[in-house]
């Protein structure tokens, strides 16, 4: 493994905390160490109070930061003299000890300090570093791993057998510390958890961390080759069948869920082995990954089969809960199944692809173990219940609030390049909505950025490539809730007695056919929705007040309104609800452009000011005041209603 610590770099960052968070960044960019939050580093350097008195502080890593992106303010002060204190003690449960560590915070603006700054204080040296690397977890995982450390790294480390994060763990430390540390020795590696590396700067301490994980890493490329990839990798699935799957796994979670699939080669070649069902219920690599991807994977598609026994492990285990405990939804995270591949489950997007991300980690750490080394065997079940309930994470779910109105919900918006589209696509997103945007524009694809969003370049005038497109959504996200159809176009203005017939049919190709052909393909989907499928159609003033030259958008916007109606009729057996928004004099759009303006202007003989608030109230009308109409629309708000139209034009003489 490369060591990336460049003394030039590092030189723009001040003192022994500046080196802190270089270092500390230099192991959060690499996946092969730490993966979405995982791991802590520490520095001890002094703290100068408001009164100029120095203390002798530590330095640790904050709740809620990742080493990748990691700032000074991510790093919590502490006294270490206090931190000896609570280290002396015998007993100490851990949400008293996070409590008197978040008193004892020298800076009561900084972070929450990690659970295991008890452990980064007592080790004797300025500089710590600690990460879950994978060739050092495929070793703490095997049957005989403690013997196979020892082989690896001989008296270079110190090794701790597996226990619990927290009070716990430092307090064992200091007596293994006493019993095994020797001159020389540059780490300790925890058994079915990670590495610890120490030196008195943090570019020693993370000399130390490369060091010894490229000494694993040679040894394992000899003893245990990596296996090669499948060349090809699993077909496309059927959209249905995934969209069942997420309604199963929401159901069981009792909420909505983000499900995506992933095929690629290593994945493939993972779901073929003849021992899949054994080896991939070994366990995780380390007991974090509880939280993120739950004790074991669901092999297959048995829903049921799996809540059930989910059910029974917390009924055998419960009673080793310090607190009374509030059973976790019993769905799956992690699903790997011959057919789909490897699918992970989250209630945001985000949460998917931390759950994906760790498990690409796993593949190979369980492979190389079972084929080359002896086994892999991971932690009791027991020992993992204790981390995915334990006290600390019981309480943080007491303390969390109501998700966002849309969290777990899928969505697909036409027309999201710009505009409307756009605009509802925005108020989706920030409403924990994952989206799909449909665009012939290009840019469609990074209009927005994250996980939440695909944005997908399509000719919604194409069914073919419209339902792909939905196809690589459900792939995506798993099913789809809500569907607002925001492409139009305009079209020239014309009157009647001059009407181009082609250009007639591209009008009503885009604002009519599009949106036929793209119900007839929602249907199914958004009647597998675990939260009874929502659509929008965005209709037009137009429609109840039509405008001179505008027959082919007017008709156009007409029928696709007529076309929500009989959705409203047909799907309403189906929890669907199908409604419509007329908006008008959204000049923000891509309908519009400032010679269509002046045009449409001189028509009716108004300024081009006159024509924008051309309406009772006088108002400009914004794709964003649409947005949220629409979404309002999509909300629970509106659970009860269906074939509704509701303007958004400022008011209008010729409606009201």
Not at 271 to 292: E, F, K, N, Q
Not at 304 to 333: C, I, K, S
Not at 470 to 484: C, M, P, Q, S, W
Not at 514 to 535: I, Y
Request: hydrophobic residues 40%; charged residues 20%; proline residues 6%.
């Amino acid at each position: 493994m490369e060591n990336r610590w460049r003394d030039a770099e590092a030189s723009a960052f001040d003192g022994p905390l500046g080196g802190c968070v270089y270092g500390s960044r230099l192991l959060g960019i690499n996946p092969r160490l730490v993966l979405h939050g995982g791991g802590n580093t520490s520095v001890k350097a002094p703290f100068e109070d408001i009164t100029g008195r120095t203390v002798d502080a530590l330095y640790v890593k904050g709740s809620g930061w990742d080493l990748a992106t990691i700032e000074a303010p991510g790093f919590t002060p502490l006294p270490l003299d206090r931190l000896h204190d609570l280290l002396a003690l015998e007993r100490l449960s851990d949400p008293d000890m996070m409590r008197e560590l978040s008193a004892a915070r020298l800076d009561p603006a900084a972070p929450q300090p990690s659970v295991e700054t008890l452990l980064h204080a007592f080790l004797p040296f300025r500089a710590v570093q600690h990460s879950h690397a994978d060739a050092i977890v495929t070793l703490t995982n095997l049957t005989d791993g403690e013997a196979r450390i020892g082989e690896v790294f001989g008296d270079t480390v110190g090794i701790v057998p597996y226990v619990m994060p927290g009070f716990d763990l430092a307090r064992a430390i200091v007596d293994i510390w006493r019993e095994q540390y020797r001159e020389g020795m540059e780490g300790l590696v925890l058994l079915n958890h990670g590495l610890f590396t120490f030196g008195a700067t943090t570019k020693a301490a993370y000399a130390r961390h490369i060091g010894l994980i490229t000494v694993a890493e040679r040894w394992l490329g000899v003893h245990a080759p990596k296996a090669q990839p499948d060349r090809d990798t699993l077909p496309p699935a059927c959209s249905l069948e995934l969209a069942g799957l997420r309604l199963r796994i929401s159901e069981a979670a009792g909420k909505p869920m983000i499900m995506a699939r992933h095929t690629d080669r290593t994945t493939t070649r993972f779901v073929r082995r003849p021992d899949l069902d054994s080896l991939a219920t070994r366990g995780p690599l380390t007991p974090d990954h509880v939280i993120r991807t739950k004790r074991l994977p669901m092999v297959g598609t048995d829903v049921d089969g799996y809540v059930d026994a989910y059910r029974r492990y917390f009924q055998e285990n419960r009673h080793r809960g310090r607190t009374e405990l509030t059973m976790l939804d019993p769905a799956p995270r992690v699903v790997v199944d011959r057919d789909l591949g490897l699918v992970t489950v989250g209630e945001t997007a985000k949460a998917t692809r931390i759950a994906a991300d760790i498990y690409h980690h796993t593949m190979p750490v369980l492979e190389r173990s079972e084929d080359h080394l002896g086994g892999y065997a991971a932690l009791s079940a027991g020992d993992l219940f204790e981390v995915e309930y334990w006290d600390l994470e019981q309480a943080k779910l007491r303390r969390s609030g109501r998700p966002p109105e849309f969290a777990g919900m899928v969505a697909v918006v036409t027309g999201a390049a710009s505009g409307i589209g756009a605009a509802c696509a925005a108020e989706l997103l920030s409403g924990g909505c994952a989206v799909a945007g449909f665009d012939l524009d290009p840019s469609v694809v990074g209009r927005f950025t994250g996980p939440a969003w695909l944005g997908i370049q399509v000719d919604v005038t194409d069914p073919e490539a419209q339902r792909l497109a939905l196809d690589r959504t459900v792939e995506r996200f798993g099913g789809v809730d809500i569907a607002v159809a925001g492409a139009g176009v305009f079209g020239q203005p014309a009157p009647l007695s001059d009407l181009d017939t082609a250009r007639w049919r591209s009008v009503q190709a885009v604002n009519t056919d599009a949106v036929a052909n793209l119900l007839t393909s929602l249907h199914p989907l958004l009647a597998r929705s675990p939260v009874g499928g929502r659509v929008v159609v965005v209709g037009s003033k137009n429609v109840p007040a039509p405008g001179r030259g505008a027959a082919s958008y007017s008709v156009s916007k007409a029928a696709v309104t007529q076309l929500a109606r009989v959705a409203a009729l047909e799907w309403a057996a189906d929890g669907i609800r199908v409604n419509v928004v007329h908006p008008d004099g959204v000049f923000d759009t891509g309908l519009w452009s400032d010679e269509l303006i002046a045009e449409r202007a001189a028509a009716y003989g108004l300024t081009q000011q006159e024509y924008r608030t051309r309406n009772l109230l006088g108002a400009e009308v914004t794709s964003m005041q649409v947005a949220a109409v629409v979404t309002e629309f999509c909300s629970a708000t509106f659970a009860a209603t269906t074939g509704a139209q509701i303007p958004v034009d400022g008011g209008n003489d010729r409606v009201v």
